[in-house]
């Protein structure tokens, strides 16, 4: 609603239609991919920056910061691309899952967050990984890629 009020006044003010906020609704130019349109856009990105290497996503063990909207999707596609997903977060700590965190995996962390509303640590009692209270996932070894999904200005 917020995003609608501040896009309205824009136009008025600047009187053009721009795509000039990000979630807008559909009616004012805003994406029917919008939940999914960030955590993806990140691991997509990647992905092109890797290949202008000759390198991809498939097979890099990634961190990942993070375990709300953003990180949930970006850990899908990393999962869907072939990547490995090694850890999330939240504001109590990280979880490190040295085997990866696979689809059915991360089925269990959105529905955590999002409809339990638990706490990432609760992760790594379920599946008996490792939790790291207090700490972000950046100081854990043998990846390849990070992928900042939690806030601004993460690494």
Known sequence: REIGFLFGQYKRL???????LTGKGTTWGGS????EATGYGTVYF??????TRDDSIFHKRCLISGSGNVAQYAAENVIRLGGTVLTM???SGTVYDKDGIDEEKLAWIIDLKEVRRGRISEYAEHVGCEFRAGERPWAVEGAEVALPCATQNEL
């Open 89 to 91: 977060s939240d504001s």
């Open 46 to 51: 990647a992905d092109q920056m890797l290949k």
């Open 32 to 35: 029917l991919i919008r939940p």
């Open 14 to 20: 600047a009187n053009e239609f721009a795509g000039i």
